[in-house]
């Protein structure tokens, strides 16, 4: 039998780069004469920015810290262990960077193993063992706490999940047995299934404790010490920790129904991991651990060994890395400071502007229109958002004042602009407005002004090329809605400069943006490839295939909504408006749909009525459609559309509209809820066989987004 030394040894083999933590053993005698403890410290010896992970040799010092502790509790040294993290981190779970370099599922399944064998041991000593979180904890790091007696979680706590079915994981090292079995399957259900597939929603400080995850909650400020007292009081008896007694029977099944309709609702049966993450919280039911434990580690080796788990690891990595460094931005250094914002127009997109730019920016911010009406109608729907935000506690009466004082509306782009650094329009989607409205602005705003335009399908040179100065237009494309889509194209004119690139960048990271830069080409990135991949749907639909059929056919993506609903949240006219555009550009692959052009010239706002809850489609609209007799299968939708993608991203890649496929998957993910699980786009269509199929040949190298050969 290998030993959980020998397991971690080979495993760190595996791994050389791994940033290892420590797991320091201080002794401390507790307050009021409680006895001897032994406290463990996880930390890697980095500060706050570089969060403490757990990969094999990490375990391994775990493991020996526990052999120590071990000895003493055996031997009758210390009443009880305590373990803890370095300031503002516990820890935030496996080191996902080793993870990618497993190649043999003997490998995975040694992983899972290795991270029970340790853990399980805290709750193994003869001596109760605390967890006190005092900082952020995920995954792992949340694991390893459930395996204690007891735990303690900090007020000043930000950031606690179990965020791995959001990545293909499940909670291996104990989250899917010992959760369900702490609070209850419901509660855990909202844990691991519903705020992981909620965009990985984290949980406060407060929300632990509310919901039973930890036994007491103390200030941040004093929390070691306050725990410490707790852990005393414990101890001595003073203190009956008393938890709910958990309901193993029909209240159970529902909660695991529940986690099956909300990952149905949002995967769609299309990745595996929170249907395996939920099969082991269903069998947890019976309250016996180590089958729990062993399915645990059976769904990690699996799920390593899938492509879903790799496409999520390169998404996350996507997001978190080169969506912080974005690929071709020129030298942060020649950005201009920006000191005033003006915004063209005063509708809604203007508005949604007008308050990023406020909240962000903390910089005066004016709003112009046509008339008097609109302006006071733009400036009064900001001030009603800071009073939604005063309202809900997210900033104070002080902040809402000094914010509504900031911004202001006026008629005369003379007097609103004149001293402005940075002018963004957001004005009708028609080449000769913008270009009207930008000869507008340059009259006015000072020399060094950015002339920024939110276009989200025309030129940007040619919406410049009327100018003085052309060399400081830029597209600054943003995504509705504004304030949750993070994406931020940044578009290069053929003449703009380097300073007015530079200053966009810097303005997109105070934003807090994601923002990759893009080549002034057709819609850009994101509306290209939607457009491309809905127009193939309205083609198939038009010649004849049934709608329900249609819509169907992508199913298996497990994309955010169906290709019709995204239309609706778009706005039929737009998404007309858009094919229009790259029909201009392209017309061999872009068509324009009559059956759309009828839909919009009829006024509707999409193919569905909603009367009994769900979407069916409009008689009314079905009374428009004229269709053909080609009638296709939902695997043939299906071909249709991927192919017709893989060809789209291949001759995007070709005119060097973004630097790499990479950032076509950073664009879908953060600018149209591409799901995390396909890694955007590019990694499912490799894994498919699609794009070897379309264009000869992959859009990644083997182990990028899959398992290294």
């Given at each position: 039998?290998?030993?959980?030394?020998?397991?971690?040894?080979?495993?760190?083999?595996?791994?050389?780069?791994?940033?290892?933590?420590?797991?320091?053993?201080?002794?401390?005698?507790?307050?009021?004469?409680?006895?001897?403890?032994?406290?463990?410290?996880?930390?890697?010896?980095?500060?706050?920015?570089?969060?403490?992970?757990?990969?094999?040799?990490?375990?391994?010092?775990?493991?020996?810290?526990?052999?120590?502790?071990?000895?003493?509790?055996?031997?009758?040294?210390?009443?009880?262990?305590?373990?803890?993290?370095?300031?503002?981190?516990?820890?935030?779970?496996?080191?996902?960077?080793?993870?990618?370099?497993?190649?043999?599922?003997?490998?995975?399944?040694?992983?899972?193993?290795?991270?029970?064998?340790?853990?399980?041991?805290?709750?193994?000593?003869?001596?109760?063992?605390?967890?006190?979180?005092?900082?952020?904890?995920?995954?792992?790091?949340?694991?390893?706490?459930?395996?204690?007696?007891?735990?303690?979680?900090?007020?000043?706590?930000?950031?606690?999940?179990?965020?791995?079915?959001?990545?293909?994981?499940?909670?291996?090292?104990?989250?899917?047995?010992?959760?369900?079995?702490?609070?209850g399957a419901d509660k855990a259900i909202s844990v691991i299934i519903e705020n992981s597939l909620n965009q990985n929603k984290q949980l406060k400080g407060r929300q632990v404790f509310d919901l039973g995850i930890a036994d007491a909650i103390f200030e941040g400020a004093d929390f070691l010490e306050q725990s410490l007292v707790w852990t005393a009081n414990v101890l001595k008896g003073d203190?009956?920790?008393?938890?709910?007694?958990?309901?193993?029977?029909?209240?159970?099944?529902?909660?695991?129904?529940?986690?099956?309709?909300?990952?149905?609702?949002?995967?769609?049966?299309?990745?595996?991991?929170?249907?395996?993450?939920?099969?082991?919280?269903?069998?947890?039911?019976?309250?016996?651990?180590?089958?729990?434990?062993?399915?645990?580690?059976?769904?990690?080796?699996?799920?390593?060994?899938?492509?879903?788990?790799?496409?999520?690891?390169?998404?996350?990595?996507?997001?978190?890395?080169?969506?912080?460094?974005?690929?071709?931005?020129?030298?942060?250094?020649?950005?201009?400071?920006?000191?005033?914002?003006?915004?063209?127009?005063?509708?809604?997109?203007?508005?949604?502007?007008?308050?990023?730019?406020?909240?962000?920016?903390?910089?005066?911010?004016?709003?112009?229109?046509?008339?008097?009406?609109?302006?006071?109608?733009?400036?009064?729907?900001?001030?009603?958002?800071?009073?939604?935000?005063?309202?809900?506690?997210?900033?104070?009466?002080?902040?809402?004042?000094?914010?509504?004082?900031?911004?202001?509306?006026?008629?005369?782009?003379?007097?609103?602009?004149?001293?402005?650094?940075?002018?963004?329009?957001?004005?009708?989607?028609?080449?000769?407005?913008?270009?009207?409205?930008?000869?507008?602005?340059?009259?006015?705003?000072?020399?060094?002004?950015?002339?920024?335009?939110?276009?989200?399908?025309?030129?940007?040179?040619?919406?410049?090329?009327?100018?003085?100065?052309?060399?400081?237009?830029?597209?600054?494309?943003?995504?509705?809605?504004?304030?949750?889509?993070?994406?931020?194209?940044?578009?290069?004119?053929?003449?703009?400069?380097?300073?007015?690139?530079?200053?966009?960048?810097?303005?997109?990271?105070?934003?807090?943006?994601?923002?990759?830069?893009?080549?002034?080409?057709?819609?850009?990135?994101?509306?290209?490839?939607?457009?491309?991949?809905?127009?193939?749907?309205?083609?198939?639909?038009?010649?004849?295939?049934?709608?329900?059929?249609?819509?169907?056919?992508?199913?298996?993506?497990?994309?955010?909504?169906?290709?019709?609903?995204?239309?609706?949240?778009?706005?039929?006219?737009?998404?007309?408006?858009?094919?229009?555009?790259?029909?201009?550009?392209?017309?061999?692959?872009?068509?324009?749909?009559p059956n759309l052009k009828a839909v919009v010239e009829a006024g509707k706002r999409g193919f569905y009525v909603y009367d009994s809850g769900k979407p069916e489609l409009d008689p009314e609209v079905a009374a428009l459609l004229k269709q053909g007799d080609t009638v296709l299968t939902e695997e043939q939708v299906r071909a249709r559309v991927l192919d017709a993608v893989a060809q789209e991203?291949?001759?995007?890649?070709?005119?060097?509209?973004?630097?790499?496929?990479?950032?076509?998957?950073?664009?879908?993910?953060?600018?149209?809820?591409?799901?995390?699980?396909?890694?955007?786009?590019?990694?499912?269509?490799?894994?498919?066989?699609?794009?070897?199929?379309?264009?000869?040949?992959?859009?990644?190298?083997?182990?990028?987004?899959?398992?290294?050969?």
């Amino acid at each position: 039998m290998t030993t959980t030394a020998e397991l971690l040894k080979g495993a760190a083999e595996l791994f050389p780069d791994e940033v290892v933590t420590s797991a320091h053993v201080r002794h401390l005698d507790l307050p009021s004469g409680a006895g001897r403890f032994a406290l463990i410290t996880l930390d890697n010896g980095l500060d706050h920015t570089k969060p403490t992970t757990f990969g094999p040799a990490s375990l391994a010092n775990l493991n020996t810290a526990l052999d120590q502790v071990e000895k003493e509790a055996a031997d009758g040294d210390i009443v009880g262990v305590g373990i803890t993290g370095k300031p503002f981190i516990f820890a935030v779970g496996a080191d996902l960077k080793g993870v990618e370099l497993l190649k043999q599922h003997d490998h995975a399944l040694a992983i899972g193993r290795g991270g029970h064998e340790v853990f399980k041991r805290l709750s193994a000593l003869t001596v109760p063992t605390f967890a006190y979180y005092n900082g952020a904890a995920m995954g792992g790091g949340v694991e390893v706490g459930l395996h204690c007696t007891y735990r303690t979680v900090s007020k000043a706590l930000p950031a606690f999940s179990l965020p791995e079915v959001f990545l293909g994981l499940v909670p291996g090292w104990g989250g899917c047995t010992l959760l369900p079995n702490l609070i209850g399957a419901d509660k855990a259900i909202s844990v691991i299934i519903e705020n992981s597939l909620n965009q990985n929603k984290q949980l406060k400080g407060r929300q632990v404790f509310d919901l039973g995850i930890a036994d007491a909650i103390f200030e941040g400020a004093d929390f070691l010490e306050q725990s410490l007292v707790w852990t005393a009081n414990v101890l001595k008896g003073d203190i009956a920790v008393e938890r709910p007694v958990i309901d193993r029977g029909e209240a159970w099944d529902q909660a695991v129904a529940r986690g099956r309709f909300i990952a149905d609702g949002k995967v769609h049966g299309a990745a595996p991991a929170a249907y395996r993450a939920l099969d082991i919280i269903a069998a947890a039911k019976n309250g016996d651990l180590q089958q729990g434990y062993d399915a645990e580690d059976a769904a990690l080796a699996d799920l390593i060994m899938g492509g879903e788990l790799r496409a999520g690891i390169y998404a996350f990595n996507l997001v978190q890395k080169r969506g912080k460094r974005p690929a071709g931005a020129p030298d942060k250094n020649l950005a201009r400071p920006v000191t005033k914002v003006g915004v063209v127009g005063a509708g809604l997109m203007a508005s949604q502007l007008a308050l990023l730019f406020l909240r962000r920016l903390e910089v005066p911010v004016v709003l112009t229109d046509i008339d008097q009406e609109r302006v006071d109608k733009g400036v009064g729907y900001v001030h009603a958002e800071i009073e939604k935000l005063l309202g809900k506690g997210r900033i104070n009466q002080d902040k809402a004042n000094r914010l509504k004082a900031l911004v202001t509306g006026v008629l005369d782009k003379a007097e609103g602009f004149a001293d402005a650094d940075f002018v963004i329009e957001a004005v009708f989607e028609e080449i000769g407005v913008k270009q009207q409205v930008f000869a507008e602005v340059e009259a006015v705003a000072p020399p060094h002004a950015i002339l920024a335009t939110n276009t989200s399908s025309l030129s940007v040179s040619e919406m410049a090329s009327k100018l003085r100065h052309p060399e400081r237009v830029v597209g600054f494309h943003f995504f509705n809605p504004v304030a949750v889509l993070p994406l931020l194209e940044i578009v290069r004119g053929e003449k703009t400069d380097d300073a007015s690139l530079a200053t966009a960048f810097a303005v997109a990271k105070k934003l807090k943006k994601t923002a990759v830069l893009v080549k002034d080409a057709p819609a850009f990135v994101v509306n290209r490839i939607l457009t491309r991949f809905m127009g193939e749907i309205q083609n198939v639909i038009d010649e004849g295939t049934p709608v329900e059929v249609a819509e169907k056919a992508v199913e298996p993506l497990g994309l955010p909504m169906s290709p019709l609903v995204l239309l609706e949240l778009v706005g039929p006219a737009i998404g007309l408006h858009v094919s229009e555009t790259l029909h201009g550009a392209f017309p061999d692959r872009f068509k324009v749909s009559p059956n759309l052009k009828a839909v919009v010239e009829a006024g509707k706002r999409g193919f569905y009525v909603y009367d009994s809850g769900k979407p069916e489609l409009d008689p009314e609209v079905a009374a428009l459609l004229k269709q053909g007799d080609t009638v296709l299968t939902e695997e043939q939708v299906r071909a249709r559309v991927l192919d017709a993608v893989a060809q789209e991203i291949g001759l995007m890649l070709d005119e060097g509209v973004v630097a790499e496929a990479q950032d076509i998957d950073l664009c879908l993910i953060t600018g149209a809820g591409w799901p995390f699980h396909l890694g955007g786009i590019t990694p499912y269509l490799d894994r498919e066989g699609v794009s070897d199929r379309v264009n000869g040949k992959r859009f990644l190298e083997p182990g990028v987004a899959s398992v290294p050969a």
